[in-house]
């Protein structure tokens, strides 16, 4: 570690702390906001001298929010549920048996890496039309089940597993199931809370595929929903708009603040950003 | 083809080596993944490269308009527009998203760990945000009617000018707000990089009487260079991909497609006009341009990967 001559050290507190106040502020005051009643809205002081739930009340009275944070917190297990699974099992054949064109198939997968949904939407909405799956929960979760990123990471920590184990458990007369579930499953599950972690933030903030899929309250995400109420409001609502985005930030930010250090360590490896 | 290599194999092969061929476990496992794969990423990939050659019709089947389509996309004042808003945005973003924070790392690196982790955690907040919720907080804050700038600088007889319908600063809010959400990302990654720089370098310099200028110079910023490329990437990749949500929240790609970007117009393409045809050139087009980046991407850290 560097040590910093005294101006230095001193111009790096102030910096810091100045960006840290960039970061803490606007949410602090979007916290403020969620709880002012309604004539404090536009007063001055950023603080709400009477907080009250008002805000939150007028959410779900004004919009269907309950159906829409039901479908993203649903399809959000469903869809992190799916894509652990299938990773698990495709890193599982990758790092235990030796195939024919395996090679191959796994570069495929670290091709699928680099391929942004933006690049491959058109003919997968096309698809989900044509499947009758438009505003649909399916087509929410079943494009988005294949998660190369979760094969690549898992691939890795199986390969470092001790071959010994696999061989013991099948002497044992345990079959390929049994030994995911009992022999693997346990020793790596560091790594799969982590990948859960990452897939869920992904999943629960995305943006771009709901809001070409859904339409109504049947699929309709709590991110699109909020944003279709800020087009209905324009901001003459700010106390329920912010109450709404604190809803939908708060189950990101609560696991957060139960594994931070892990949360941080997790991310910055994997390189996502959200 | 498999089938006529199994037979020679068969032929050529013992016993105990056709059954291990003949394992269909690893088959099984991956199924489900592969058809997926498939499926939704690369099929859709051919098939844009299809559509971009062709004209969809409500009622007739879809016809081959060869280069119609390209030409078409390159044409429309739109596309420019947008073409240049990307450069815009990448390049806008470089010293804002790239260099900015590699001081504020270096800072956070050098005080103690108690302040270090609380900055951390901090700055890690706006990566758990989602855009959407992002954007909305930033549309509040520079409103010019209601904002909180705006009643901040009330009292003084200012006026809050309305930064996000104006052609010369919207695309420039945009680039600030993808900012706000990433810097304390590009951070973390910078300090992950020079916790793998050993404290022995530091003083074997500092006893040579090298300052922290020198120090910074000569030693941090040269071996935290593959972390400063590998963020120059990913931020540039980033900034083409993730910036269609504060553009589409924010200002939709106006005023008068000053904001738009390249991702941005395909989606119009796609969902506005509903020209199918001229959102697959567009997302060609962008392909190219993403693919060669990560070509330059892969080519490039791979080297960095041998040196260290």
Redesign the interface.
């Known amino acids: 570690?560097?040590?910093?001559?005294r101006p230095?050290?001193a111009?790096?507190?102030i910096?810091?702390f100045i960006?840290?106040l960039?970061?803490?502020l606007?949410?602090l005051?979007?916290l403020g906001t969620s709880f002012k009643p309604a004539n404090e809205i536009?007063a001055?002081y950023?603080w709400p001298l009477n907080p009250t739930f008002d805000n939150y009340a007028e959410v779900f009275d004004k919009l269907p929010f309950g159906a829409y944070l039901f479908n993203s917190a649903a399809t959000t297990t469903l869809r992190v549920s799916g894509q652990l699974i299938?990773?698990l099992?495709?890193a599982?054949?990758?790092a235990?048996?030796t195939?024919?064109g395996?090679g191959l198939?796994f570069a495929?997968?670290l091709g699928?890496m680099?391929?942004?949904h933006?690049?491959?939407?058109?003919?997968?909405?096309?698809?989900v039309n044509k499947l009758g799956w438009f505003d649909s929960w399916a087509a929410l979760i079943?494009?988005?089940?294949?998660m190369?990123l979760a094969?690549f990471l898992l691939r890795q920590h199986l390969l470092s597993f001790p071959r010994e184990l696999y061989d013991a458990a099948s002497m044992d007369g345990a079959g390929?199931l049994r030994t995911l579930w009992s022999i693997v499953l346990p020793n790596i599950k560091p790594v799969m809370a982590a990948l859960t972690i990452v897939l869920f933030?992904d999943c629960?903030?995305e943006?771009?595929w709901p809001?070409?899929v859904t339409e109504t309250e049947n699929a309709m995400t709590a991110?699109i929903g909020?944003?279709r109420f800020?087009d209905a409001e324009r901001?003459d609502d700010?106390g329920p708009?912010?109450a709404a985005?604190t809803l939908?930030?708060l189950p990101?930010?609560a696991v957060?603040v139960l594994f931070?250090r892990q949360?941080?360590n997790t991310?910055?490896?994997v390189?996502i950003?959200? | 083809m498999t089938e006529a290599?199994n037979t020679a194999s068969v032929a050529i092969a013992r016993p105990t080596r056709r059954r291990r061929?003949l394992?269909i476990?690893?088959?099984v496992?991956?199924t489900?993944?592969?058809v997926?794969?498939g499926?939704?990423?690369?099929?859709?990939?051919i098939?844009?490269v299809y559509?971009s050659f062709m004209k969809l019709n409500t009622n007739a089947p879809a016809s081959f308009v060869g280069l119609n389509n390209f030409r078409g996309v390159l044409d429309n004042s739109q596309f420019h527009d947008a073409a240049i808003n990307s450069l815009t945005y990448v390049f806008v973003s470089i010293p804002l998203k790239v260099l900015l924070p590699i001081?504020?790392a270096?800072?956070?690196?050098?005080?103690g760990e108690r302040?270090a982790n609380?900055?951390?955690?901090?700055?890690?907040?706006?990566?758990?945000?989602?855009?959407?919720?992002v954007s909305?907080?930033?549309?509040?804050?520079l409103?010019p009617v209601?904002g909180?700038f705006q009643?901040l600088i009330r009292p003084f007889g200012l006026q809050m000018p309305a930064l996000l319908s104006d052609v010369g600063t919207a695309i420039y809010v945009i680039i600030g707000v993808g900012a706000?959400?990433?810097?304390?990302?590009n951070v973390?990654?910078y300090l992950?990089g020079l916790s793998s720089i050993g404290?022995d370098y530091?003083e074997a310099m500092r006893l040579d009487g090298a300052?922290?200028w020198t120090?910074l110079r000569r030693l941090?910023i040269p071996l935290l260079s593959p972390t400063i490329f590998?963020v120059l990437i990913?931020t540039v990749?980033?900034t083409i991909?993730?910036v269609?949500?504060p553009i589409?929240?924010m200002t939709e790609g106006g005023p008068l497609n000053a904001t738009t970007n390249l991702?941005y117009v395909?989606?119009q393409y796609?969902?506005q006009s509903f020209n199918?045809g001229f959102?697959?050139a567009g997302?060609v087009i962008?392909?190219v341009f993403?693919g060669a980046l990560?070509v330059f991407k892969v080519l490039v850290l791979e080297k960095r990967v041998h040196y260290s």
Do not use: H
Not at chain 1, 142 to 146: D, E, I, Y
Not at chain 2, 39 to 45: A, D, K, N
Not at chain 2, 180 to 185: C, H, S, T, V
């Open positions: 570690m560097l040590k910093l001559s230095w050290a111009t790096g507190q910096v810091l960006t840290g960039s970061i803490a606007p949410l005051l979007v536009y001055g950023p299938i990773a099992l495709a599982y054949a990758f235990r048996y195939f024919r395996r198939i495929l997968v699928a680099m391929i942004p933006q690049l491959t939407f058109l003919p997968v909405y096309l698809l079943v494009p988005n089940l294949a190369p094969v390929e933030v629960w903030n943006y771009f809001l070409v991110q909020v944003r800020l901001g700010l708009l912010m985005v939908i930030s990101a930010v957060f931070q949360i941080i991310f910055v490896s390189g950003k959200g | 290599i061929r394992d476990r690893p088959a496992f991956l489900p993944f592969i997926l794969l499926v939704f990423t690369y099929w859709p990939l098939d844009t559509l001081p504020l270096v800072f956070i690196w050098t005080i302040a609380i900055y951390k955690s901090l700055l890690f907040l706006p990566t758990l945000l989602s855009f959407v919720v909305i907080v930033w549309i509040w804050l409103n209601m909180l009643s706000w959400k990433l810097i304390g990302f973390l990654l992950a404290r530091i300052g922290d120090v941090i590998f990913s990749v980033f991909q993730q269609f949500t589409d929240v991702f395909v989606y796609m969902f199918v959102s697959a997302t962008l392909f993403l990560t």
